[in-house]
């Protein structure tokens, strides 16, 4: 593989468990957050990890990064295994890869002018002169739509589309080859995320990095990216382009998420999933998927499906029923309405 | 007439403007949708409407239920309507019930205080309603505490205590805001259900266009305080007359067809104490013109029952625009 072709990010079987305490004397019971995923992102690409509250998708954020380590499975960034996080090679890495939050106000220092702020990734880096250091946070503002007069606002003092500009300037600053954003619009209204979704599709056709876009919401990761990972309870259930994902869902949980899309003028019925989203800690047998799924069959119960390209188009699915492996069960549970 | 009718309502908290005049009915039964963005005044509409709101807030204007009016109605006036004829639900479930009773037990003190009902009829009725609300398993449920059930059950708890008063009109607050996306198709599902099945009224107040659309037959767009457009859903969507609300739509991401930029709303939305002379909207307006800085446009009719508040809506000429953007 030259180094062209090789991707910039790649995960494999990547696991994550956490160890919980119910109450000052229960039980320690293991959440395996995380179970066995596996991804790459390209130069010039952006994923998109889209699930909902507790399926992983944070966590598998934080893992790429290097953030946590792994029980098991490795990163791999630019070709080299990522470093021990807290690590000297770590640190030197972190320059490359940088992460942007949901809630811009909680990620940035309330006592601080944004200014400072956003360039205090170089001083940490010692990267230039502080000229050099000036005229880089000067460039960085104007690339996300900042006035150079914000540099000396506080915070509190600016809109929010203003404060998540700041933190992508601070994350650009060092100008990453990645950028990994967990929910980075989610706590914005509705005309602040068009301006966001707009800024982070052109710094990254300009910049040319790689992009880890995590979020619940599929038209917001349709808008935004490459390729999309859908993910249910610690593991990828689907993975394709983003409109494969959107008009043809093949896995019964992606076609649960397409279908409750709220949009005008919306004809179809909608699948109403049963039950709660699953608690990590208690993880069903078999696909994890099955107790909520309208078409589980026998194997879904026993057997946990791998991610693997359907026969029929090559589609990357992990269903036993959408492989053809088993014919749909129960199809008449399968609630519409 | 109508069941409510907001007519020219006012807030102010100081000097800040927080609602500066609405005007707006809800039919008996009607599904309204309320849209707009955080601080447009969406929620205060209805604290307000229901004297919830603290005393430092100076409303004006007049509310009328069933032609009863309500700003500065007495205690014996509101206190039947509160939760009674009109129920209101919010965005966290988990902050609005009480973590140290059981379910059942809030339930029932809704019960006890609406109507009247105790002992063994009332927990019989607590179990009608959260079977009602779809609590699986409602004999045992009842007696579980809010932290033991997830965020979309507690909502169905509090949707539940909200129809223990038999309201004639439900307003809920962002009710699916702070839900998965599976968990909120189920909660709209489940207010559609009641709907059908009680006859009730509902407003639904929402930052999601496409959350309103799916629900309501007719919405209702804010802006700053105002309300800048009205109409049936189909209408807002096809014939969007406030550069506003077209700016609402345009920010959606479209789910099909050539993924372009976005159509996004320069700026932010102003403070309420740095409200624009003219219209609210005029600075971050792509089509304003200079007389839009000078008067605060009133509502024009654009067609039956459309309403905008921009100079420059004019009645439309109907099927001259398709909504091919926001339906692909």
Redesign the interface.
């Known amino acids: 593989m030259t180094a062209s072709q090789m991707p910039l990010l790649s995960a494999q079987d990547l696991a994550r468990t956490y160890s919980i305490r119910r109450g000052m004397a229960g039980r320690v019971t293991n959440v395996r957050a995380v179970d066995g995923v596996t991804l790459t992102i390209a130069r010039g690409e952006t994923l998109g990890l889209v699930g ?2 507790g399926c992983g998708k944070s966590t598998t954020a934080r893992l790429v990064l290097g953030i946590e380590r792994p029980d098991e499975g490795q990163v791999r960034f630019d070709g080299a295994p990522m470093p021990g996080s807290g690590s000297p090679g770590w640190a030197a890495l972190r320059k490359r890869m940088q992460l942007v939050f949901q809630d811009p106000l909680s990620a940035l220092d309330r006592r601080l002018p944004v200014g400072l702020q956003i360039r205090e990734p170089l001083e940490i880096h010692r990267m230039g002169t502080p000229a050099e250091q000036n005229a880089r946070v000067a460039e960085v503002m104007e690339e996300v739509g900042l006035q150079p007069h914000h540099a000396d606002r506080h915070p509190h003092a600016l ?4 404060r998540q500009r700041a933190v992508i300037a601070r994350a650009l600053v060092t100008q990453p080859d990645l950028l990994v954003c967990d929910e980075p619009i989610s706590a914005l ?7 966001v ?2 800024l982070l ?2 710094l990254q056709e300009r910049l040319g990095m790689g992009m880890l876009f995590v979020s ?5 990761v ?2 935004i990216s490459h390729r999309v990972a859908v993910m249910y309870l610690g593991r990828i259930v689907e993975e394709g382009a983003p ?1 494969e994902i ?2 043809a869902p093949a896995h019964p949980y992606s076609q ?2 397409v ?8 004809t179809a019925r ?1 699948i ?2 049963q039950g ?2 699953p608690n990590p800690a208690d993880r069903p047998p078999g696909c994890a998927f099955h107790p909520r799924c309208p078409v589980t069959a026998m194997r879904c119960r026993t057997e946990t499906p791998l991610l693997k390209p359907r026969p029929s188009d090559g589609r990357r699915v992990a269903c036993h029923v959408a492989q053809g492996e088993v014919a749909p069960g129960h199809v008449g549970q399968l609630e519409l ?1 | 007439m109508a069941f409510v009718q907001i007519r020219d309502m006012s807030v102010a908290f100081g000097s800040a403007p927080a609602l500066r005049g609405i005007s707006l009915s809800v039919e008996r039964g009607e599904a309204l949708g309320l849209v707009g963005e955080s601080g447009c005044g969406k929620s205060i509409t209805w604290l307000a409407a229901l004297g919830l709101l603290p005393r430092s807030a100076k409303v004006g204007g007049s509310v009328l239920l069933d032609g009863v009016e309500l700003i500065g109605a007495s205690p014996s006036v509101l206190e039947p309507v509160r939760g009674g004829r009109i129920a209101m639900i919010f965005q966290d479930p988990a902050s609005s019930l009480n973590p140290v009773h059981r379910i059942g037990h809030q339930i029932a003190e809704a019960l006890a205080l609406h109507r009247g009902l105790t002992g063994a009829p009332a927990r019989a009725e607590v179990i009608r309603l959260l079977d009602q609300v779809g609590i699986p398993d409602a004999k045992t449920r009842a007696n579980a505490y809010p932290h033991e059930l997830s965020g979309g059950q507690n909502q169905r708890v509090m949707i539940a205590m909200a129809l223990a008063g038999e309201p004639e009109l439900l307003v809920a607050d962002e009710p699916t805001t702070a839900l998965d996306v599976t968990i909120q198709a189920q909660i709209l599902d489940l207010l559609g259900t009641i709907r059908r099945d009680t006859s009730m009224g509902l407003v639904l107040i929402s930052h999601d266009l496409g959350v309103v659309s799916e629900t309501c037959s007719r919405i209702a767009v804010m802006y700053a305080g105002r309300i800048v457009e009205q109409a049936e859903s189909a209408a807002i969507f096809a014939n969007p007359s406030h550069p506003y609300t077209r700016g609402l739509l345009g920010a959606m991401p479209p789910i099909s067809g050539p993924r372009q930029k976005l159509v996004s709303i320069p700026g932010s939305v102003p403070e309420a104490s740095r409200m624009p002379q003219g219209c609210a909207f005029a600075p971050r307006c792509s089509e304003a013109i200079a007389d839009c800085t000078r008067v605060d446009p009133a509502a024009v009719t654009v067609e039956a029952n459309h309403l905008a508040a921009c100079i420059r809506a004019t009645p439309a000429k109907t099927g001259t625009r398709t909504p091919e953007r926001v339906l692909a």
Do not use: C, F, T, W
């Open positions: 909902e509250s809109s929010g589309g203003q209204d509705v005309s602040i995320q068009a301006q979704m707009n599709v052109e619940h919401d599929l038209r917001a349709r808008q409109d959107l008009h649960a998420l279908s409750a899309i709220p949009h005008p003028g919306k909608r109403v999933l709660d989203p309405s």
